[in-house]
């Protein structure tokens, strides 16, 4: 097979010349953290005042872990380490309780990023003669911006088509014979179902490869997409904590993702202890960004499940692969790509006087796509018994979601304490979708 | 004015059967009733022989109810007495927001129980009157 590299010196460093990089980058890393205000204290606490407190990879075990509710408790300036006039882009995420968490790049940082996703698009082996249809949403969700910035510098022609109108979508595919695209595997699966009913065949259409990323799914799902639509799919992990998409890819071979060693630590650890799990074990990975000055990130818990493969893989890259997402340590749900909390729900919910402080997430496959529904109680004390007042209801609290969640649930009302109550360990979601 | 009540009920096995029981608990009566289907849920419209007594049990019981007022017209049952009342009530630009009728005597009498929205609704009472119906008094209606 031709396995095409975007930087072969690197992507094939022996994993000394690697640890290397790693170890330099740390204390290059840890000098820019000890400059915010978070990692002065979390870093003095752990007794480690200057990078010369780390002379070992083994150190960086000395570094506390960093979460999401550290980002949010610091937001908006805690992790920022460059004077402003040197940030040139901004990502934040509405986060999970009403405080959102951010994400500053300097120049360079966009730079290292876009590099690391030219990398990891190469390794696909699509290259400046592809057109490349980025069906992502664009905005604050760093998928859309940090693919794009990757297919520019491979030299692709990029549309930014964004995420959605899937008519849009297949007749832009048409038009400029797109062949590659980058898109969450449910959405690629709906848009294929839709091709008939706009009267287009799959062969009046060039599309090649696909990007599939924002949503873990199982290698029947690959198999499906990629003889449904007979193209190759490739995996993607990333996260915005972490950049965004860019941290680790499939490369021709479909194997699982290499992890791009000089550019991220990855650790595998027992998410109760914190302490590393045996080799080739699952666990929860935490990251360290090597790259990223703006917005240091150290010991990152991405709750994300997942293993790293221990044996080589046959393109060559000594950057380890990591197994697709397994699961999550929280109880964060990914509905369609976009990252969902339960509390985000109870916020809206406990906002409304007309509804009761139960309510229910139902997650379903319709088609493809998944499905939301929030079922709530109705409020017995402020029912007038006019049906203009329930829909009037049902529109608001729509709307309410729609604006917090960005996804547009189906709410249900229903009778009061007919709902599992909220003390204890009540189950608040309920997810309908096949299990992998 | 006469009290109909409003119960919120989802749309699903049983749910009716266990307002009933409440009621029969209770020794409520029940004159007329009718179901409004919004999909998901419904709204249950009853009349009764004691709705402050039925509403206060189903309360009781964590029911999402209410009292609304209603006007109950005693009618005739001949042809063409519906259109007049209601031709009376579009004349004056009354709008009706929900009704239903049952038959008491056949070829002989009538109930027609009408939603008005609040401000129409003392015109409303005015122009039935006007048109030769009887508006049923609360006990009237209530023991039927």
């Known amino acids: 097979m031709d396995v095409p590299f975007w930087n072969r010196e690197i992507e094939t460093a022996d994993r000394s010349r690697l640890e290397t990089i790693q170890l330099e980058r740390l204390r290059e890393t840890l000098s820019w953290a000890l ?42 300036r805690g992790l920022l380490a460059v004077d402003m006039k040197d940030v040139v882009r901004i990502h934040s995420s509405s986060g999970t309780t009403g405080i959102p968490t951010v994400i500053y790049y300097s120049k360079e940082d966009i730079n290292n990023w876009a590099d690391l996703m030219a990398r990891s698009i190469f390794a696909t082996g699509a290259s400046s003669a592809d057109v490349f249809q980025n069906m992502m949403t664009y905005g604050m969700f760093t998928g859309g911006l940090g693919m794009h910035y990757g297919a520019e510098r491979v030299g692709m022609a990029v549309i930014p088509i964004g995420g959605g109108n899937t008519k849009r979508q297949i ?4 038009d400029f014979r797109t062949t590659v695209v980058h898109v969450t595997p449910s959405y690629l699966l709906h848009v294929h179902t839709k091709l008939e009913e706009f009267d287009i065949k799959r062969e009046e259409l060039a599309l090649k490869k696909a990007f599939t990323g924002a949503e873990p799914h199982s290698e029947d799902v690959r198999k499906k997409i990629e003889q449904l639509w007979n193209i190759d799919a490739y995996n993607s992990y990333g996260l915005s904590e972490l950049n965004g998409p860019g941290v680790a890819f499939e490369c021709v071979y479909k194997n699982d993702m ?15 202890t914190g302490e590393p799990v045996r080799d080739g074990d699952s666990g929860e990975v935490v990251l360290t960004n090597l790259i990223r000055r703006a917005t240091p990130m150290l010991r990152y818990r991405t709750r994300d499940l997942a293993y790293l ?11 380890r692969r ?31 006087p007309e509804v009761a402080t139960n309510y229910i997430i139902q997650v379903e496959k319709r088609g493809d796509l998944d499905h939301l529904t929030v079922k709530v109680e109705i409020y017995p004390k402020l029912f007038l018994g006019d049906p203009s007042q329930l829909e009037a209801l049902k529109g608001r609290i729509t709307e309410e979601l729609r604006s917090a969640i960005i996804l ?24 309908l979708r096949p299990k992998e | 004015m006469a009290k109909q009540l409003t119960i919120f009920l989802e749309n699903r096995p049983g749910r009716l059967s266990a307002v009933a029981k409440s009621l029969i608990d209770n020794n409520i009566d029940i004159r007329a009733f009718t179901i409004q289907d919004r999909g998901d849920y419904g709204l249950v419209k009853l009349i009764v022989n004691n709705p402050s007594q ?42 009706v927001k929900d009704a239903y009728g049952f038959v008491l005597q056949t070829n002989l009498k009538g109930v027609c129980c009408l939603e008005i929205e609040e401000s129409q609704s003392e015109q409303a009472q005015k122009v039935i009157s006007s048109a030769g119906f009887t508006i049923l008094k609360d006990d009237e209606l209530y023991n039927l």
């Open chain 1, 35 to 76: 400059k915010t205000p978070f990692y002065q204290k979390q870093l003095r606490q752990a007794k480690i005042s200057s990078a010369d407190d780390i002379r070992s990879l083994a150190d960086l075990r000395k570094i506390p872990f960093t979460t999401k509710d550290d980002l949010r408790l610091n937001f908006p």
């Open chain 1, 171 to 174: 007749k832009t595919m048409k």
């Open chain 1, 258 to 272: 290499h992890l791009w060693e000089d550019g991220y630590i990855v650790e595998i650890i027992d998410p109760d």
């Open chain 1, 309 to 319: 493969h221990t044996d080589p893989c046959p393109c060559g890259r000594t950057h």
């Open chain 1, 322 to 352: 990591l197994s697709r997402i397994m699961g999550r340590t929280d109880d964060m749900l990914i509905i369609n790509g976009i990252n969902l909390f339960p509390s985000q729900i109870e916020e809206v919910v406990m906002r409304i």
């Open chain 1, 408 to 431: 547009h649930p189906s709410v249900e009302l229903h009778e009061p304490n007919s709902l599992p109550v909220s003390e204890g360990k009540a189950k608040r979601v309920i997810d």
């Open chain 2, 54 to 95: 039925a509403y206060l049990a189903l309360a009781n019981l964590g029911c999402a109810c209410a009292l609304k007022d209603i006007i109950a017209i005693s009618i005739p049952d001949k042809i063409g007495n519906f259109e007049l009342l209601t031709s009376a009530l579009a004349q004056n630009n009354i709008n």
